[in-house]
């Protein structure tokens, strides 16, 4: 089974660029989650998708901060213009549908790492 | 918001000891879990643990829950210089059918 693909790896930008990122989900899978992970720290959800719609984006700042999952599948998540605290790693994650509201295994890709300059 | 935190924060201990790692969170939860992350990788989860369940066994893990205590522990057996990796637990709170995850602890397992 093929995992959570994410590209590009590696992105280094000019504070006040934009920069987006791309994340394909296990087949199957509904829910998707993007994930800021800062060095040292646990990773922060920035927003939740189930299929088509946003479950949650309660810590996503949405005067940089945006994406989009269409057709329920595939994600982008854009930054523009980007700050240096931007700095970190992009996460992707996805997971079946677990029954009754509850949240059970994700799955995660290898992640975005970006550098602002 | 980060609900989780794990202690300690970093972990070094000789090949064949036993590791533990505790964790302790605010809110009640319907499940919590342990993922493990290696150095520029993402995060593998490991082990998933639900609120009326007192403990869990995965191979060489060991997790115990205490929903009294809003704590968890997850202790490694006979660790081996692979498991060296930084380990988060990550709580499903009840009203959110979300994940969040602690700060996590540094484990570096010596050959």
């Known amino acids: 089974e093929a995992g959570v693909a994410q590209s590009p790896r590696y992105k280094i930008i000019e504070k006040r660029q934009s920069v987006a990122f791309w994340c394909n989900p296990i087949s199957g899978h509904a829910t998707l989650y993007w994930y800021q992970q800062i060095l040292g720290q646990g990773p922060k959800l920035l927003i939740q998708?189930?299929?088509?719609?946003?479950?949650?984006d309660s810590q996503l700042p949405k005067d940089r901060f945006s994406a989009e999952r269409l057709k329920g599948v595939d994600s982008t998540l854009k930054i523009q213009p980007a700050k240096l605290e931007d700095s970190a790693v992009y996460l992707c994650?996805?997971?079946?549908?677990?029954?009754?509201?509850?949240?059970?295994?994700?799955?995660f890709g290898e992640g975005s790492r970006l550098t602002v300059l | 918001s980060q609900q989780g935190e794990e202690d300690p924060q970093a972990l070094s201990i000789q090949e064949g000891e036993n590791a533990t790692m505790n964790c302790s969170y605010k809110t009640s939860i319907n499940n919590l879990q342990w993922y493990r992350q290696n150095s520029g990788r993402g995060l593998v989860h490991l082990i998933l643990?639900?609120?009326?369940?007192r403990e869990k066994h995965s191979g060489r893990l060991r997790v115990t829950l205490d929903t009294s205590k809003k704590s968890s522990s997850l202790l490694i057996t006979a660790s081996r210089a692979a498991d060296t990796a930084s380990y988060f637990c990550?709580?499903?709170?009840?009203?959110?059918?979300?994940?969040?995850f602690g700060q996590g602890t540094t484990l570096q397992v010596k050959p």
């Open positions: 643990i639900r609120s009326n369940e």
């Open positions: 994650a996805s997971s079946p549908p677990h029954g009754l509201g509850n949240t059970g295994e994700l799955f």
């Open positions: 998708f189930q299929n088509n719609g946003v479950v949650d």
């Open positions: 990550a709580t499903a709170p009840q009203v959110a059918g979300k994940l969040i």
